[in-house]
């Protein structure tokens, strides 16, 4: 924890142990898909169908799988929870797909 006029740290627990950025581009694509959801009125029911080029990210999975028909709730659930680079892959193309198309 930093003063906010001194930039003095007042607390700090491991703090200058370098960590991986990936949970928190995690939550940045759970923001940007829930706003986007909002802002396009996409229901989270929405259905998708899982490509394979998604299904074979490398990394922590949702084990999705090829062919796959899930909700995007579903999938934001698979991007948070097991913290699944699948389901990121999958939601970054989906949404992405969706703001081209607008």
């Not at 370098?18 to 989270?44: N, Q």
């Not at 169908?49 to 899930?70: I, K, M, Q, W, Y």
């Not at 680079?85 to 081209?100: E, P, Q, T």
Request: aromatic letters at 6%; hydrophobic letters at 45%; glycine letters at 6%.
């Amino acid at each position: 924890m930093l003063d906010r006029k001194t930039k003095e740290v007042l607390f700090g627990r491991l703090e200058k142990d370098r960590r991986e950025v990936a949970s928190l581009t995690k939550i940045m694509t759970l923001y940007t898909c829930l706003s986007l959801a909002d802002s396009l009125k996409i229901d989270l029911q929405t259905l998708v169908v899982v490509n394979t080029s998604c299904a074979d990210v490398l990394g922590t999975s949702a084990f999705l799988r090829p062919g796959d028909h899930l909700k995007l709730e579903d999938l934001l659930y698979g991007l948070m929870l097991p913290s699944g680079n699948d389901a990121a892959h999958m939601l970054a193309m989906w949404f992405g797909r969706k703001v081209i198309e607008t």
